[in-house]
């Protein structure tokens, strides 16, 4: 079904692996269509409860735009990005259900902005984040300019897109840029414990959570205050709400189906 990823679903989780690793994963308009198909997939099975995104390989987790692709049917850049990576990132921002970046290598130009439109990012301490735009004269797009600067400020974010240089997941941590980073040999058993966490975890309400935290960004407290007294209302009548309302009378863990 996907020529340039590999996208598998066991136990609740979707993983979608980006399988390019001769050339470090890079954005071919191949891969991005790829990308934004297994995610709506994923948005529409209600057996998923928590999405991973990863690289193929032991160096990149992507290397940004396959320059020696090109932009497939775009007649330039602009449209290549409407066409081929801003559908990409909406559909990780609007699914509801966390999408969770295995960071294992280099999150290079438009990787990098395709890693920080992840709701969580696990990385390995070797892993490291650039906005290598400016190298080719370039300015950051996929939308890193809306997410640097509501990470990490105004001052910063300029700094990192202005010189492009290598941010690695340590100093990413400080930063605020990424959740967590361990030793390689552990990326994998830290991923299990948040992926565990997350396919347990009531989906509808963090999908509402996620709903409202992306529109917070762009709306007053009067706005905000309406937009939780909807989602509230709605998040009431669902299955996980009223188990995790028997449970805390009850005393006993609740065992939520993301219904």
Known sequence: MYENILYEISDG??????????VYNALSPGLLKDITAAVQAAHADDSVRVVVLTGAGEKAFCSGADLKEGMGEASGLGESLRQN???????????????ICRLNGVAAGAG????????????????????????????PDAGSTFFLPRLVGMQKAFE????????????AVA??????????????????????YYRNAP????????LALNQSLYSNLE??????????????HTHDAAEGM??????????????
């Open 13 to 22: 989780i979707a993983r979608i692996t980006l399988n390019r690793p001769k």
């Open 85 to 99: 990576y801003n559908p990409m990132i909406l559909a990780i921002r609007t699914i509801p259900k966390p999408v």
């Open 112 to 139: 990098c902005s395709l890693a920080l439109a992840c709701d969580l990012i696990i990385a390995s301490k070797e892993a490291y984040l650039s906005q290598i735009f400016v190298n080719i004269g370039l300015m």
């Open 160 to 171: 990192i897109a202005s010189t492009g240089r290598r941010v690695y997941a340590p100093e």
């Open 175 to 196: 930063l605020g840029l990424i959740h967590k980073a361990v030793p390689e040999s552990e990326l994998d058993i830290e991923l299990c414990d948040v992926l565990t």
């Open 203 to 210: 989906t509808k309400a963090i999908g509402a959570m996620k």
């Open 223 to 236: 706005q905000m205050l309406e937009l939780e007294a909807v989602q509230q209302d709605q998040l009431s």
């Open 246 to 259: 028997m449970s805390f009378l009850q005393k006993r863990k609740a065992v939520y189906r993301g219904k």
